[in-house]
């Protein structure tokens, strides 16, 4: 949940001034998201999401995000749609942050995954990957495997505070991960989400009650890379239950709904487990970096990074990818 | 910035199932608000507020409350408008919680507070109390001068760590505003709103662009006490500018805008030092609590109780109410 920067209304209305959007009618603060600041916007031209993007955001790689939305929404995908001001510009400036108007998207998240969300989202993350695929400018993966190495490094001063001896087990898992982890070429390569967790995924009920995804939202953890690498994140986000067993039926939907769209060759069947285990890791490090720098009183919520320590156990036993439900 | 409780996408769905609203189609936590749970939510019917009554709020008073903003809304205040279900209760339960849906308000809350925003302030805290003049049920002030004292005594083990001597100033202050408090019967008594601050009103653009009150939100302070009381907590929450000065401006234009509609009578207009003496004690105390109370890492933003000891001075050294803006 988060607003971390206020916008007076005078600075508000001068900022809607540059957009063919009418008269401003209600703003409100979303509690959803923590890396940006997110509003509510509804203006004569109907309702809009206002994002302020705070410092985690790199301003210089804001015209990636907005670009590859707009790809995607060009391509049929639910997605955010920038809207351009009157001059043709979608990046502005408010409040001293860049931001940006995009289409406000209808559906809910699930706040808790059943079976039946979990074939939509294959099916949705397939099509996204497809849709990707004519969209050639690159964003590596700043928070890919070349990036866990010194993100545990700048854990290790107060890693095992928080559990006893989880410095070392991460050493090891970690070692493992990389020895394993395919080599550049080995794998399709294209525009993943990488942050694809229920929160960012929105359903409405579609025929006979079953949930259809209806929105994907928050690309910005987008990037160029692994296209497997994506579906390992929602194994990682969506098919673990709140007691930590693994729900094969749910990983069996998304994936056997992903395969109808796009069939995964046998050499991403084979990596699915370390690309499982690279995903679990990534979360595990972002929320222990999070948990050990975040100052106490902050107002972002910590998440248990032993939640992915957990999983990444999991993957680390798993005996092949039909354990995973493939 | 709350969202307390979360809702499953199925107890959401049950819940609305007893609404004549028609299918959902979005639900958004609300970054705004500190007490209870609130989400935008969007049905077929159009925009609402859904709002879960969290551990402050006592249940058996939620009557009283929607009961209330009932009572405005039809007398043309614009305030949130309990939604009935089909068995006509607006009170329900969702999530463990009592929970109730309300109409959406278009408009803006001021996050900088201009002279030209007091004028129609004080005219709709008029009419809110002109229009809650037959409403006949009493609530007492939980938080009036009966509970200052109490809530001092909870902050005297920690109050001095704030700032040194705090806990002795107000000890002296609470005893001067007790003394002089007016006594039962002496002013007009009334249905008073009793936290009219900015984020609690919504504007929009009125003819020429000038602003006009199109809301009032957040009802849960509102009881039965003095109705000059609610306009002490007005110009504590409106007048001041962030340097800490009184603006004088401000305070007059919604004093007259009130009086034009409702006079205050010569007894309220010699109380009204004391009464915002003691609406600063009122927000200092519940700020000071809830400062040396709130863990550390808790979601909750805490305020700083010493922005009202700076105005609880100001106005134990105002000389009578025309240095108020009378």
Redesign the interface.
Known sequence: ???YT?????A?RAFLAAYPLG??????????GVENSNY?L?TEAG?FILTLYEKRVDPRELPWFLGLMEHLAARGIDCPLPVKARDGQALRTLAGRPAAICT?????W???V?PEHCAPLGAALARLHLAGADFHEVRPNGLGPAAWGPLLDRCRPGGDAVQPGLVAELDGALAGILATWPVPGALPTGQIHADLFPDNV????GPEGKPRVSGLIDFYFACTDLLAYDIAVCLNAWCFEPDGSYNVTKAHALLSAYQRLRPLSEAERKALPVLCRGASIRFLLTRLYDWTATP????V??KDPLEYLRKLRFFARAEGPASLGL
């Not at 206020?6 to 005078?10: A, C, G, M, Q």
């Not at 008269?23 to 959803?32: D, P, Q, T, Y």
């Not at 106490?296 to 107002?299: H, K, N, P, S, Y």
């Open positions: 949940m988060a607003v206020e916008v007076t209304d005078e508000l008269a401003l009618r209600a703003f409100r603060g979303i509690a959803e509510a509804q309702d406000f998207l209808a559906g809910v699930p706040r808790r059943r929105f359903f409405l009920d106490a009183g902050a107002l919520t910590r």
